[in-house]
Structures are given as structure tokens and as C-alpha cells.
């Protein structure tokens, strides 16, 4: 059953950026790098760069990242949650792909708390990102 948000608030629809905002791609290369070798972790923030914007569901993009929702209270997504009432664009989320048959999640590289924040308003609204698909450097 899809969130309902409280009728007696006025609803404002995320506005979003076509494309990611210059900040954004190292902040996804502090947090890749906790996962990655560097090499690995140039060689994906560099695809982020030249991808695709693609359009996701909010929902799909928490489910698939095995992630939970951060709560309204959470400072950073009440931030991000300002700028929606402020008609504020957000910046799209960048994403490494997961794969199902190996039991990877999607890894969310930068933008967890914009997905957070738009899901509390509507978990069906769709988010521009950029996804790339990680694979293993061979030295």
C-alpha cells in the first residue's frame, strides 16, 4: 500500500536537477572508497559522470539498496525535506548497481538522504540518478 501523507499539509512535489551538482561526485568517492579500491572507485565516480540520467521510484531505489528510511528528524533529510517546501531542485543520487543472483545491494553513493527525504512525501515519486555498474578491475 503506497504512504499517504497527511492531508491537512499541503504536498510539494520534489523539483530535481537534470544532472548532479559538482560536490556531489567526490562525496560519492568519499563514501565508494569504503567500499572499493581506488582504482575501482576512479574508475566508477568517472561512469557516474558520463551516464545516463535514468528515472527511479524512490521505493524501488530504498528496496534495492537494502537501505532504511531515515525519519523526517534526521537533520539531513529535514534539510533536504526544506528545499522540497522551498521549491528548491535536488540533485539526482548516484548508484552503483546491484546484482540479485550474488546478493549485492544497490549501492547508494551519494543522495541516501534525498531518497529518504522524497520517500516521506511520496514513495512513488520518481528520482533522476545515474547508475553504473561496478566491475572488478583486473590487475
Same mark, same amino acid.
Given at each position: ?17 537534470? %544532472?548532479? %551538482? ?7 568517492? %568519499? ?28 521505493? %524501488? ?10 525519519? $523526517? ?19 539526482? *543520487?548516484?548508484?552503483?548497481? $546491484?546484482?540479485?543472483?550474488? $546478493?549485492?545491494?544497490? =549501492? *547508494? ?11 516521506? *512525501?511520496?514513495?512513488? =515519486? ?10 572488478? *578491475?583486473?590487475?
Amino acid at each position: 500500500m503506497a504512504k499517504k501523507k497527511d492531508k491537512t499539509e499541503k504536498k510539494h512535489d520534489p523539483r530535481w536537477k537534470h %544532472d548532479p %551538482d559538482d560536490h556531489d561526485y567526490p562525496a560519492a568517492k %568519499d563514501y565508494l572508497a569504503l567500499l572499493f579500491e581506488e582504482k575501482e572507485v576512479d574508475t566508477l565516480v568517472s561512469k557516474m559522470k558520463l551516464a545516463p540520467t535514468e528515472y527511479k521510484h524512490a521505493k %524501488d531505489v530504498l528496496r534495492a539498496s537494502a537501505l532504511p528510511e531515515l525519519p $523526517g528528524s534526521n537533520r539531513h533529510v529535514a534539510s533536504d525535506l526544506a528545499k522540497v517546501r522551498d521549491n528548491v531542485e535536488l540533485s539526482p *543520487i548516484l548508484l552503483v548497481r $546491484g546484482d540479485a543472483m550474488t $546478493g549485492v545491494a544497490l =549501492v *547508494i553513493a551519494d543522495g541516501y538522504h534525498r531518497i529518504c527525504a522524497v520517500y516521506e *512525501i511520496d514513495e512513488n =515519486v520518481e528520482v533522476p540518478c545515474r547508475i553504473v555498474s561496478f566491475s572488478r *578491475i583486473r590487475r
